[in-house]
């Protein structure tokens, strides 16, 4: 009176998950986008299974999205570590796609963890499956850079004279860079005097250790020397880095002047004045400045003394009369060129009238027995004014007169 049927019990369900970013080394500084998918083979639906994933702390910022598919479904979106609660009819999934935003100082190992679980008071037979781990190998790569800028420049560069070169290293990312050095080996056209970042010196490089700078980070230093010789001044500041760098192409940064330059300056005066000038008689000076080079003359000062028997009318230059002296300044004058100023003056006094021309510069010249120039002009006497019929009649009978006393004189004599 007993019968007995006897059943295999099929599993409800058999969960498991997946989790890759397709690579096994991730740069720090980057993103990195996981690809999750929690699955069931069946035979049954698992509502209210759970997917879980808690990112690592290198993770510094995580954004997701999911998408369901054969009737799997799960939350849209969210941010921070996943606990999302799913339905998964057999053959369905949910696939979530997670960008970790990896810390940029970073190192070691980023490792992490997906979870498929059972619905609350269910049990899935093959667990083994339920999670899935993703681990990369963590690099460094961190674009640094190095410019440099001169600054506080006086024009012309004079031996002697200061400024400053304003050195900025940056770091483009995406890791932070360890271990940045920036050197700059200054020339013998420069003296090196201070500078403001705690800079070593050792003639004629210095050194300054950074240290670490963080992605889109930047520190500066300011250089000051002083000119010590002349000619072009060349400058170029490097910068290294412990952690590897994309680009070095931009690690090094190179600022040219032209320096202090040699021009040997001379002037020569000219008068376009007849061999007999009278007072009320105007001409003119010519005076001509050159450069003998070699190099770019700057802040030329010309100057023309007049004669007390002068006076001045007019010049082409713009000349500014103070007293007697007549000045005017040009900027530059390339090597081999030549400057000229015409200045009109007319004769007030008799006599011979000396013009002293004169000319400096701001640059170095070699020579200067031949900036200055003199040149004397004759004036004559003052003109007798022309007489009409009637002064003729009386200059005659003075003369007349005058002699007629002076024959009466001799006989009484």
């Keep these: 009176n007993s019968a007995t049927d006897t059943d295999t019990v099929a599993p409800p369900f058999d969960l498991s998950i997946s989790k890759t970013n397709g690579t096994a080394s991730s740069i720090a500084g980057t993103t990195t986008v996981y690809t999750i998918v929690a699955s069931n083979a069946g035979p049954n639906t698992a509502a209210g299974a759970t997917v879980t994933d808690s990112f690592p702390a290198a993770c510094t910022t995580v954004n997701w999205t999911c998408v369901g598919a054969a009737?799997?479904?799960?939350?849209?979106?969210?941010?921070?570590?996943?606990?999302?609660?799913?339905?998964?009819?057999?053959?369905?999934?949910?696939?979530?796609?997670?960008?970790?935003?990896?810390?940029?100082?970073?190192?070691?190992?980023?490792?992490?963890?997906?979870?498929?679980?059972?619905?609350?008071?269910?049990?899935?037979?093959?667990?083994?499956?339920n999670t899935a781990t993703?681990?990369?190998?963590?690099?460094?790569?961190?674009?640094?850079?190095?410019?440099?800028?001169?600054?506080?420049?006086?024009?012309?560069?004079?031996?002697?004279?200061?400024?400053?070169?304003?050195?900025?290293?940056?770091?483009?990312?995406?890791?932070?860079?360890?271990?940045?050095?920036?050197?700059?080996?200054?020339?013998?056209?420069?003296?090196?005097?201070?500078?403001?970042?705690?800079?070593?010196?050792?003639?004629?490089?210095?050194?300054?250790?950074?240290?670490?700078?963080?992605?889109?980070?930047?520190?500066?230093?300011?250089?000051?020397?002083?000119?010590?010789?002349?000619?072009?001044?060349?400058?170029?500041?490097?910068?290294?880095?412990?952690?590897?760098?994309?680009?070095?192409?931009?690690?090094?940064?190179?600022?040219?002047?032209?320096?202090a330059q040699t021009a040997d300056v001379s002037i020569g005066l000219s008068a376009n004045a007849g061999p007999s000038l009278a007072v009320g008689d105007g001409f003119s000076y010519t005076v001509i400045g050159t450069n003998n080079g070699p190099g770019t003359a700057s802040g030329l000062d010309f100057s023309l003394l007049l004669s007390s028997k002068l006076s001045f009318v007019s010049s082409n230059c713009g000349a500014v009369l103070n007293?007697?002296?007549?000045?005017?300044?040009?900027?530059?004058?390339?090597?081999?060129?030549?400057?000229?100023?015409?200045?009109?003056?007319?004769?007030?006094?008799?006599?011979?009238?000396?013009?002293?021309?004169?000319?400096?510069?701001?640059?170095?010249?070699?020579?200067l027995s031949n900036n200055t120039a003199d040149l004397v002009v004759g004036t004559g006497a003052v003109p007798v004014p022309a007489l009409g019929r009637l002064g003729l009649l009386l200059l005659m009978l003075i003369s007349a007169g005058l002699g007629a006393l002076i024959v009466g004189r001799i006989r009484s004599a």
């Design 71 to 129: 009737g799997g479904t799960c939350a849209a979106s969210g941010n921070g570590n996943i606990n999302d609660v799913v339905t998964l009819p057999a053959g369905a999934t949910a696939t979530y796609s997670a960008s970790c935003g990896i810390d940029p100082t970073a190192t070691g190992t980023l490792s992490n963890t997906a979870t498929v679980a059972a619905p609350m008071g269910l049990t899935d037979p093959t667990p083994a499956n």
């Design 134 to 259: 993703d681990s990369d190998t963590l690099g460094a790569s961190a674009d640094v850079s190095i410019a440099k800028v001169a600054q506080g420049v006086p024009n012309p560069v004079l031996v002697g004279s200061s400024f400053s070169y304003l050195l900025t290293a940056s770091n483009a990312g995406p890791s932070s860079a360890s271990g940045v050095v920036v050197t700059d080996s200054l020339p013998a056209t420069l003296t090196y005097v201070s500078n403001s970042c705690g800079a070593s010196f050792t003639a004629p490089t210095l050194t300054w250790n950074v240290g670490t700078l963080a992605p889109a980070g930047s520190a500066n230093c300011t250089i000051n020397v002083t000119v010590a010789a002349l000619g072009q001044i060349d400058n170029t500041a490097s910068i290294s880095s412990a952690t590897t760098d994309p680009t070095p192409a931009n690690n090094s940064s190179t600022s040219t002047l032209a320096g």
């Design 323 to 367: 007293g007697n002296t007549l000045s005017w300044t040009v900027a530059t004058l390339a090597n081999g060129a030549s400057t000229s100023c015409q200045i009109d003056v007319v004769v007030v006094l008799a006599g011979d009238a000396q013009a002293s021309a004169a000319v400096t510069t701001n640059s170095f010249d070699p020579g």
